[in-house]
């Protein structure tokens, strides 16, 4: 498979780039430890800077292994790093997961960000299915990725665990890419 990872996108009002070390502080002050913001994610809010830090090593390694590709979100008005997405490539598969500070919610940023990287995702030679899930409870998730222009699948039980939430496994909506096949 001939993935051809791009160190950034453009879109209308957002810069997607590559992760690098020294996102870590704004990572971590933006978001990674508001627990409102990880909420329905598959991690705990950060306690500690040192957290984030191994978390952009991690982003590093997967990049250069060619197993997933993290983006920073940062505004183009004034540069500020507002979330991550990433698509984590298995087989002919690519999972978009992304994160958006708080301070940034409802004004469209996520949809126009997860919409470039499916395009960019939809278009690697042996990608066949693009696809995200979110908590079953989670409605701004769900809108972002229908306004992406995914669609819903359905909802399967006891998929993902939310540790924010309880420590027993939710349910959870599956979309994806209409096929093109």
């Given at each position: ?7 950034r ?32 994610l ?14 952009m090593?991690h ?38 997961g992304?994160?958006l ?45 229908e ?24 349910d ?10």
């Open positions: 498979m001939a993935i051809i990872p791009l160190e996108m453009e879109t209308a009002r957002l810069l997607l780039r590559r992760t690098r070390g020294e996102d870590a502080e704004d990572i971590f002050r933006e978001y990674a430890q508001d627990p409102e913001v990880t909420r329905y598959l991690w705990p809010p950060h306690t500690d800077i040192a957290q984030t830090q191994a978390f090593e982003c590093a390694m997967v990049w250069e292994k060619g197993e997933a590709y993290p983006y920073a979100i940062v505004r183009r008005e004034d540069g500020v790093l507002a979330g991550m997405i990433e698509a984590r490539m298995d087989s002919h598969r690519a999972e978009i992304y994160v500070a708080g301070r940034f919610w409802g004004r469209g940023y996520m949809s126009e960000a997860v919409s470039a990287v499916v395009r960019w995702a939809a278009a690697q030679h042996g990608i066949h299915r693009v696809w995200a899930y979110c908590d079953a409870e989670n409605r701004a998730s769900q809108r972002v990725l306004k992406a222009g995914l669609e819903r699948e359905g909802r399967v039980r006891k998929w993902a665990l939310s540790p924010n939430i309880s420590g027993i496994p939710r959870c909506i599956f979309y994806s890419l209409p096929s093109r096949d």
